[in-house]
């Protein structure tokens, strides 16, 4: 049997051969298998996304891989790949016809035009105070309506869950969404006093006397103790929760095609260890999840007469805190971000794209050990002559085991299938046709011819062996899977017919039935024996 994509989605029945043109396809030569195929990559490769800026702010995208240095442990590592990518660019805004009394009308876009941005505001409704909140709604209704264009879906969301828009492009809907927000905090202090902040609290609960005396001026002893466990107890809920949103919302955007953005509206929040942060980032590189974060407090000064270890403090280092987490996992995924600014509609017009240009440095730690240990990490412009600044991951934790190389697999083709990139490690065509079964029945047909001069063989029982799988996936015009399935070729080619194999290639038809309509065709190909992979992009308007 066929084995489809494992996504919750029903597919169609697909059916695939494989042989070079003008011949007759040789079972002892070439077979086809349904089994997963397990890619031969190193398993303790670590990725690490790099913004590189200059004077101006403006990202920069014309260093090469000689210009890094990488350290691990403040070890010189080799960097294994190195990769540059590209934004797809700004979006053109086109006003609604009538918006303004200066906007002409307009008239709709081409169906055909399919999206290549997903874009998802997560704002954080359990630790933002009522005034922020309205300031950043306000804020992120006025970038919405003026900056987002034709080409992008926006989706609102919550840390609380309480509110949530799927992807879209109605303005309407975003509008109605963002004017639901309210503040929604999940675990409250049940003793107010003192107000402590959490590092306060922890301090006090480590046996810090002098941070414990400082509460007992306006507390007494055991309402001090209720205050710290309290204190303790909600920040953990609440930071929890705010990171498996996250999580959540990184994992859920790994199904989309094109350029994917997570807009972090958040004052911040303090996460349990330094696991949680890494998990997340390793994912969102991993799913090409770029996540950008705005601090919607604005800006904040520390009064000068706040002494050390005092309430106002404490306060401040809390402040500091939270944004110190924000600007982790923007770094550590290649993202921006915006803080300390009162210009929030600015500040959202900055963070709803993602940078022009991003370098992943990408190396394999020797010897690394799978002890779950933390990897301070450091990159660095050698030489710098134009002080470049950047931007880059801070750290990675050590597995704790090797992963599986079949699951591995599994999610080395899901992230190509969905991904938007062209790749050309192998040179691929790609031809389509439909046919008319029935006025909702439409028969798609995706022919992929793979040119063999590119795929590694090697010499095994006197054939020419190799392995490819091939990967035909369906997106409809706002950027949802429909449909695919992906099969592996087994190559074992006789050596009085290699020249002819190499020469013509091999045709991979794919057979599947959608309705009527516009969709994005994706072909993936690897070649797991030459760990090279071609990807391709193609469009069908089916009426």
């Known amino acids: 049997m066929t084995r489809l994509l494992a996504l919750p989605l029903a597919m169609a029945a697909v059916s695939l051969i494989a042989m070079p043109p003008g011949t007759q396809q040789s079972p002892a030569q070439m077979t086809t298998h ?41 070890k010189l590592q080799k960097i294994t790949k190195f990769t540059l990518e590209k934004s797809v660019g700004p979006d053109v805004i086109v006003p609604m016809a009538g918006e303004t009394k200066e906007s002409p009308a307009i008239e709709a876009l081409p169906a055909e035009i399919l999206p290549e941005r997903f874009v998802a505001y997560l704002f954080d409704d359990v630790h933002v105070s009522i005034n922020d909140l309205a300031m950043a709604r306000d804020a992120a209704d006025r970038h919405m309506k003026r900056s987002i264009g034709p080409k992008t879906r926006a989706a609102i969301f919550t840390t609380s869950g309480q509110t949530m828009l799927d992807f879209t492009d109605d303005r309407e809907k975003w509008h109605e969404a963002l004017y639901k ?54 920040t953990e809920q609440e930071s929890t929760l705010g990171f498996q949103t996250l999580q959540d919302l990184a994992k859920r955007m790994s199904v989309l095609p094109g350029e994917r953005t997570i807009v972090l509206a958040s004052p911040g929040f303090l996460p349990r260890s330094a696991d949680q942060q890494s998990y997340l980032i390793d994912h969102a590189i991993h799913d090409k999840v770029v996540i950008n974060a705005l601090d919607v407090r604005g800006l904040a000064t520390m009064p000068g007469s706040v002494a050390p270890g005092s309430p106002g403090w404490w306060a401040w280092q809390d402040f500091n805190h939270r944004m110190d987490m924000m600007a982790v996992l923007a770094n550590g995924t290649g993202g921006y971000f915006y803080h300390n600014n009162n210009d929030l509609d ?52 050590a597995p704790k085991r090797l992963d599986d190389p079949v699951e591995q697999a599994k999610q080395e083709i899901t992230a190509a299938i969905f991904s938007r990139d062209e ?25 992929t011819h793979v040119d063999l001069k590119g795929v590694k063989l090697h010499k095994d029982a006197g054939r020419n062996r190799g392995d490819l799988t091939v990967t035909a996936a369906v997106f409809d015009n706002n950027g949802n899977y429909i449909a695919g399935i992906e099969r592996g070729v087994d190559l074992q080619l006789k050596e009085e017919t290699l020249e002819h194999w190499i020469s013509n290639g091999i045709q991979v038809p794919a057979i599947l039935e959608v309705k009527p309509g516009n969709y994005l065709v994706r072909v993936v190909v690897r070649d797991t024996e030459g760990q090279l992979m071609a990807a391709h992009n193609g469009s069908v308007n089916i009426q």
């Open 346 to 397: 600015t500040g959202f017009d900055r963070v709803a794209g993602n940078p022009e240009y991003r370098y992943i440095l990408s190396f394999a730690p020797a010897d690394l050990m799978p002890d779950g240990s933390v990897h301070a990490l450091k990159v660095a412009i050698v030489p710098n002559p134009h002080h470049y600044d950047l931007d880059a991951r801070h750290n990675y934790i």
């Open 423 to 447: 790749l050309r490690d192998l040179s691929i065509d790609v031809h389509t046709g439909f046919v008319r079964l029935a006025p909702q029945r439409i028969r798609l047909t995706v022919n």
């Open 34 to 74: 349904d089994s997963t195929p397990v890619f031969k990559t190193a398993v303790n490769v670590v990725d690490v996304p790099v913004v590189v800026r200059d004077y101006k702010g403006r990202a920069v995208g014309t260093l090469t891989k000689d210009d890094f240095q990488l350290f691990d442990r403040g």
């Open 181 to 234: 927000l309210q503040i929604r905090p999940v675990a409250r202090d049940t003793v107010p006093c003192p107000p402590l902040t959490y590092d306060w609290a922890r301090a006090i609960d480590a046996g810090d006397g002098d941070a414990a005396r400082v509460g007992l001026d306006t507390c007494g002893t055991m309402e001090l103790w209720h205050a710290v466990q309290s204190r303790l107890a909600a």
